[in-house]
C-alpha cells in the first residue's frame, strides 16, 4: 500500500486535511476507512507476532505481546471479512530490532497503539453508523492495549480525559516514519 505514494493518496481520500469539508459518510467510504485501518491492524498484528517468536520478551511484556498480537489478529479477520474481495493483499513487514530489543519493543507498541487510538477516533465522525458501531468496539480494545503498553513502559496510562483523533494523513506519516512497510 506504500508503493507509489497509495497510502498518501488513501489518506487524503479519507479527509486527510483538517481544513478540508468533512466527507460524508457512505459505504464507499467505509471500504476506504477499512482499507486503511486493516493496514495498521496488520502492521500491529506482525509486529507482536514477530517479537514473540523472536522470544527476547520477559514476564508481561511478553504476555502483553501474546494477548495483544492475538487481538491484532481478531481486528485483521474482521476487517479482512468486512472488505471481503476488496482487501487490499497483506504488505511486507521488516522491523528489525524493534521486536528483538526490550526499550525498542516498549517505544514501538507505545506508538503503534496510540496511534491505532487516534486512527480510529479521527475517522470516526467519517464512517456510516454500521462501519461507526464496529468501529467503536475496536478502538476501546486498542485504547485498552494503549494504556497497558504505556504503564508497562513507565508512562502515565491515562494522560487525558479524552484521546484525539489524528487526520488520516498524520497517521499515514506515523507509519512511514516506522519504515516498518516495505511493500504492497
Do not use: C
Request: proline content about 4%; aromatic content about 6%.
Amino acid at each position: 500500500m506504500l508503493a507509489g505514494g497509495a497510502l498518501v493518496a488513501g489518506s487524503a481520500a479519507l479527509g486527510g486535511h483538517a481544513t478540508a469539508a468533512a466527507p460524508t459518510p457512505s459505504r464507499a467510504l467505509d471500504e476506504k476507512i477499512f482499507t486503511f485501518a486493516l493496514l495498521l491492524e496488520r502492521l500491529q498484528a506482525a509486529f507482536y507476532t514477530e517479537a514473540v517468536g523472536v522470544g527476547a520478551l520477559r514476564g508481561e511484556l511478553r504476555e502483553f505481546a501474546e494477548v495483544v498480537g492475538g487481538h491484532e489478529r481478531e481486528h485483521v479477520r474482521f476487517l479482512e471479512e468486512a472488505l471481503g474481495g476488496r482487501a487490499e493483499p497483506r504488505p511486507t513487514f521488516e522491523f528489525g530490532s524493534a521486536t528483538q530489543e526490550r526499550q525498542r519493543f516498549l517505544d514501538t507498541a507505545v506508538l503503534l497503539e496510540d496511534t491505532g487510538v487516534a486512527a480510529y477516533n479521527g475517522q470516526a465522525a467519517n464512517l456510516t453508523k454500521k462501519s461507526l458501531a464496529a468501529a467503536a468496539e475496536i478502538v476501546s480494545v486498542e485504547g485498552r492495549h494503549a494504556a497497558w503498553i504505556s504503564d508497562l513502559a513507565g508512562k502515565d496510562p491515562a494522560p487525558r480525559a479524552a484521546d484525539p483523533g489524528a487526520t488520516a494523513e498524520d497517521v499515514a506519516a506515523t507509519l512511514r516514519s516506522t519504515g516498518f512497510i516495505k511493500s504492497s
